[in-house]
């Protein structure tokens, strides 16, 4: 079959590329419905702009690209009212001072010999995915640009509209509450 053919025909790339695609946003779109729209909204923004496909890339890469965009518009969408997400007086880790809270200080994690077998590879994503889930919809955003699309954090900034001093407050938060739900879920 040409490739001008498969580029032509959408039940295709419905048989291709639908699990890919649903695994990739379920990853970070915590909202299992919510991923299955954006894959099947990318489905039709790319039949509707397939004229557009050059084939400078692979067929797949543009699909996926099509889907990271729907994915950022949907973070940028939800970043309304950050601010005063942000401005919270209480954290549960840290005092007025910004010092760890007792009873809440990081230990050290002892990692095992096993860790790349697949299973507990796979366990482990589950409890992370699980742990994630917890932030709040800002924190778990800026957390999928930076990690998991590898964004710079002007980039994500600029994304979102928050100011770098949002940023920096949001993954800082970001990793100390997932530092503490894997520590007291996997690694206790």
């Not at 995915?129 to 919809?137: A, D, F, N, R, V």
Request: proline share 1%.
């Amino acid at each position: 079959m040409s490739d001008n053919h498969f580029v032509n025909d959408p039940k295709k790339w419905v048989e291709e590329y639908s699990d890919m695609l649903y695994q990739f946003a379920l990853k970070r779109i915590a909202d299992k419905e919510y991923a299955k729209d954006l894959v099947q909204e990318t489905f039709i923004s790319a039949w509707k702009n397939v004229h557009q496909f050059n084939a400078s890339a692979s067929f797949k890469t543009w699909i996926v690209t099509i889907l990271k965009n729907k994915i950022i518009d949907h973070y940028r969408k939800t970043a309304v009212n950050t601010q005063s997400t942000m401005v919270e007086a209480e954290s549960v880790f840290f005092d007025e001072a910004d010092h760890w809270r007792e009873g809440y200080y990081p230990v050290e994690w002892q990692v095992t010999a096993t860790a790349d077998n697949k299973l507990e590879s796979f366990e482990f994503m589950k409890v992370l995915q699980s742990c994630k889930s917890k932030l709040k919809e800002i924190q778990q955003q800026v957390f999928a640009l930076k990690y998991l699309e590898g964004m710079e954090s002007e980039e994500i900034c600029k994304a979102l509209s928050i100011t770098s001093a949002n940023y920096w407050v949001i993954i800082h938060r970001a990793k100390v509450q997932l530092r503490a739900c894997l520590e007291k879920k996997w690694f206790a």
